[in-house]
């Protein structure tokens, strides 16, 4: 089990950038993928990025490719998003999750699937303003 705990959301103006952080906790984190998903009130929940403890995988949504980033440390032990040119309709609550099927990465499959990821945090607010 991973105890996940998001925290840096917050109002932005469009174009500009925020940096999202996840503080993991909980025993063999490394066997771990870990992922960013957002969420709005008319949608479903929403991949955005995905990575391995290595940082040696990384996937993204089409929509954030080439403007957002993901990035494990693991001397923090933090996930991190780094989110810029920012939009309006990128305004959710922005969760972390973690899955123990980590094959999935480096199969390329399956990793966008938010029910492949059993463990969450609560919610961060991200509000772009336009």
């Known amino acids: 089990q991973v105890q996940l705990v998001e925290s840096g959301g917050g109002l932005i103006q469009a174009g500009g950038s925020l940096r999202l952080s996840c503080a993991a906790s909980g025993r063999s984190l490394s066997t771990y993928a870990m992922a960013w998903f957002r969420q709005t009130p008319a949608k479903e929940r929403e991949f955005v990025a995905v990575?391995?403890?290595?940082?040696?995988?990384?996937y993204y949504s089409d929509s954030v490719k080439g403007r957002f980033s993901i990035s494990c440390d693991n001397a923090k032990k933090t996930v991190d998003l780094q989110m810029n040119s920012l939009k309006p309709d990128e305004t959710a609550i922005y969760y972390c999750?973690?899955?123990?099927?980590?094959?999935?990465?480096?199969?390329?499959?399956?990793?966008?699937?938010?029910?492949?990821?059993?463990?969450w945090g609560q919610g961060t607010q991200v509000t772009v303003s336009s």
């Open positions: 990575t391995s403890w290595r940082n040696d995988v990384t």
């Open positions: 999750a973690a899955s123990a099927v980590l094959q999935m990465l480096y199969n390329g499959e399956y990793y966008a699937d938010s029910q492949e990821y059993d463990n």
